[in-house]
C-alpha cells in the first residue's frame, strides 16, 4: 500500500490498459520488492484484477490518468465511482513509505489522493513510518526527515489538511487498536503463502503488515463507506488481504441459498442454473424438492455441466442428502461472529416470512442488495464495524530515463520532486528515447512512442489534464513528424518549469504543514 524506495519500472510507455513489451520480467506482486509488469493483461488473468476502461464512462470527470490508461486497473471500484457521482460518503486513502525523497512515481499517488479529495471523498494519506523500520531498517530520524518531504510534496500538490487527514502509523492509537483485533484473524500460514514469509521474517515485519490492513479499514471506522486505495499493481496483495479481512470482521454473511443446507458457491451456481431450466409442474406435487434437482444432474453428462466432477459430486451427495425439502430461492443471513444480542436484532428486522435456524436466518422476501444493507445496519447498531471491501485502482509503474528500471540508485534513471529544476532539465535531455537510429529513418517510420520514456513523462505528468496535447506529441511521434532532440527539449523545459513550480509551492505550504495535526518528529527513540 505504499511508495517505495525502489522506484519502479513499467514495461512500456504504452497508455493502453493491455499493453505489453518484451524482454522485461514476468509479474512479480511483491509489495517490498522491486516488481516490474511484463504484461498487464496477466493482472487480470492471474490476480483478478479488473479492467479500468470498462468502467470509465460511469467515473464523473475521471482524472487525466484515468483518461489516459495510465490507471489500467481496479478492484471493486464501481462502489466509489457512484457514491460520488451521487454526492454520498466515499473515501481515498494511501499512504507512503518514507526511505528517500519523493518521486515523479509517488506524484501518481498524490495526483489521484487529491481529485478524490476535490470530488467530495474523505481524504486519507499516511506515513508507514513502523513499515519503514521494520521492513527497511530505518531510522526514526531518518523517517522523520523523509516524511516532512512527502508530506510538503502532497500539500503543494492540493491536498486540503482541513478539509483531510493525515496521520503516522506510529502514533495513531486506533489504527493500533483495530490492528491488534485484525491480527486475531490473519495467521503466519496466510502470511506465508500471500507474502512467503518464512521462519526469519521478523515479527515486526509481519506487525506492519497488520498494522497496513488497519490503514486500509481506517477511514470506515466511524461509518463503513465506499474507500479506494490507488496504488501500484505491486501492492495488490495487500488490497486482497484487506478485502478478505474486512469480510471477516462482519457479523453476517449474506448470500442467496436454495434448501435450509449450506452450498459452497460452485455448488450454488450449479444448482441455480438447474432451477432455472426446470418448471415444477412438471414433477408430482408440482413443486421442485432436491432429489428432482439430483435426478436431472444424474442424467446429464458431465461435458454439458460448467463444473468439475468433484463439485457434482457434492452437490448431489447434498442433494440426495436433503430428499424432499423443496428447493426454494431465499436470501441467506449466516452468523459469523455476530453477538447474541446482534443475532437477535437481527431476526426482529427481517421483515415477512422467515426461518431461523442456530447459525442462520432463511429471509423469502427481501433481495441480496436489501439484505446486506439490513444485515451492515444491525451489525453497526450493534457495535460492529459492519466494513465495507475497500477498493482500488492500479497505475502502471513509470519506465526509468535510461530505458531500464526506475531505482534510486541509479539517480540519472529517475526525477526526485527535489531535484534541481536545471538537474531536471539536464536529466530528461539525456534520456533515452523510442527514436530510430537517424531522423531520416523516423521521418520515414515514425518514432516508437509506446517504448520511450520520454514519451511516457508526457502522458504522465507533462501534458497535465491537456488530452489534446498528449495524443498530439503522441501523433506527431509515430506520424514521423517530431524528432527526439526537440521533443527532448520542450519535455525538459516543461520538467524544468513543472519543478521550479512544484519546490516554490512546497515552500508555500511549509507553514500548513506545521499547522496540520499530524507529528512530525517521532516520539520514539532514535
Not at 90 to 96: D, I, K, P, R, T
Not at 295 to 324: C, F, H, I, Y
Not at 392 to 415: D, E, N, Q, V
Not at 455 to 481: H, M, N, Q, S, W
Request: hydrophobic share 35%.
Amino acid at each position: 500500500m505504499t511508495g517505495d524506495d525502489e522506484l519502479e519500472e513499467s514495461e512500456s510507455g504504452t497508455t493502453l490498459p493491455d499493453g505489453g513489451a518484451a524482454g522485461a520480467d514476468d509479474v512479480a506482486l511483491d509489495p517490498w520488492g522491486s516488481s516490474s509488469v511484463s504484461d498487464y493483461r496477466k493482472l487480470f488473468e492471474e490476480f483478478g484484477i479488473e479492467e479500468f476502461d470498462e468502467i470509465l464512462e460511469d467515473v464523473p470527470h475521471p482524472h487525466y490518468l484515468m483518461r489516459r490508461g495510465v490507471i489500467f486497473g481496479h478492484r471493486g471500484y464501481e462502489p466509489v465511482a457512484d457514491a460520488m457521482r451521487n454526492d454520498e460518503p466515499a473515501a481515498v486513502l494511501s499512504g507512503f513509505m518514507p526511505t528517500g525523497d519523493p518521486h515523479i512515481g509517488h506524484k501518481l499517488v498524490f495526483d489521484e489522493i487529491v481529485w478524490h479529495q476535490q470530488r467530495g471523498a474523505d481524504a486519507y494519506a499516511l506515513i508507514a513510518d513502523l513499515e519503514a523500520n521494520a521492513a527497511r531498517g530505518m531510522s526514526w530520524a531518518e523517517i522523520d526527515e523523509h516524511a516532512r518531504s512527502y508530506l510538503l510534496s502532497l500539500l503543494a500538490l492540493g491536498f486540503d489538511p482541513e478539509e483531510g487527514t493525515l496521520y503516522r502509523q506510529s502514533t495513531n492509537r486506533e489504527v493500533q487498536d483495530l490492528a491488534f483485533e485484525l491480527g486475531a484473524e490473519a495467521n503466519f500460514s496466510e502470511f506465508q503463502a500471500i507474502y512467503g514469509f518464512d521462519g526469519e521474517t521478523d515479527v515486526s515485519h509481519m506487525q506492519s503488515v497488520v498494522t497496513q490492513m488497519a490503514d486500509i479499514l481506517y477511514p470506515q471506522l466511524e461509518e463503513p463507506k465506499p474507500t479506494v486505495i490507488p496504488v501500484g499493481p505491486d501492492q495488490d496483495p495487500h488490497v486482497r488481504l484487506a478485502r478478505d479481512l474486512a469480510e471477516r470482521m462482519r457479523f453476517f454473511k449474506v448470500s442467496d441459498a436454495y434448501a435450509s443446507f449450506e452450498l459452497e458457491p460452485n455448488e450454488r451456481a450449479l444448482v441455480a442454473e438447474r432451477y432455472d431450466q426446470l418448471d415444477p409442474e412438471a414433477f408430482d406435487d408440482d413443486q421442485l424438492r432436491c432429489v428432482h434437482v439430483a435426478e436431472t444432474l444424474e442424467e446429464t453428462p458431465l461435458s454439458e455441466l460448467d463444473v468439475d466432477a468433484g463439485t457434482l459430486e457434492s452437490t448431489l451427495r447434498k442433494l440426495n442428502e436433503a430428499g424432499m425439502e423443496p428447493i426454494r430461492p431465499r436470501t441467506r443471513f449466516f452468523d459469523r461472529r455476530a453477538t447474541d444480542e446482534a443475532f437477535e436484532a437481527l431476526i426482529d428486522a427481517i421483515d415477512g416470512e422467515k426461518r431461523v435456524y442456530e447459525s442462520h436466518v432463511d429471509a423469502f422476501e427481501i433481495d441480496l442488495a436489501e439484505a446486506e444493507e439490513l444485515a451492515r445496519e444491525v451489525e453497526v447498531d450493534n457495535g460492529g464495524y459492519g466494513f465495507r471491501p475497500p477498493s482500488s485502482i492500479y497505475h502502471r509503474f513509470m519506465t526509468g530515463l535510461t530505458g531500464g528500471k526506475m531505482s534510486s540508485s541509479i539517480p540519472a534513471s529517475h526525477i526526485s520532486l527535489l531535484d534541481d529544476p536545471e538537474t531536471g532539465y539536464d536529466k530528461v535531455k539525456s534520456a533515452t528515447t523510442g527514436g530510430r537510429e537517424t531522423a531520416e529513418e523516423q521521418r520515414e517510420k515514425g518514432g516508437r512512442a509506446d517504448e520511450c520514456p520520454v514519451y511516457e513523462l508526457y502522458a504522465y505528468l507533462l501534458a497535465g489534464d491537456d488530452d489534446e496535447f498528449a495524443k498530439l506529441v503522441y501523433d506527431e511521434c509515430v506520424g514521423g513528424e517530431r524528432l527526439c532532440g526537440d521533443c527532448k527539449e520542450q519535455a525538459a523545459q516543461l520538467m524544468k518549469e513543472f519543478l521550479a513550480d512544484h519546490q516554490e509551492k512546497r515552500e508555500e505550504v511549509a507553514d500548513l504543514l506545521e499547522a496540520a495535526d499530524i507529528e512530525l518528529e517521532s516520539p520514539r527513540r532514535r
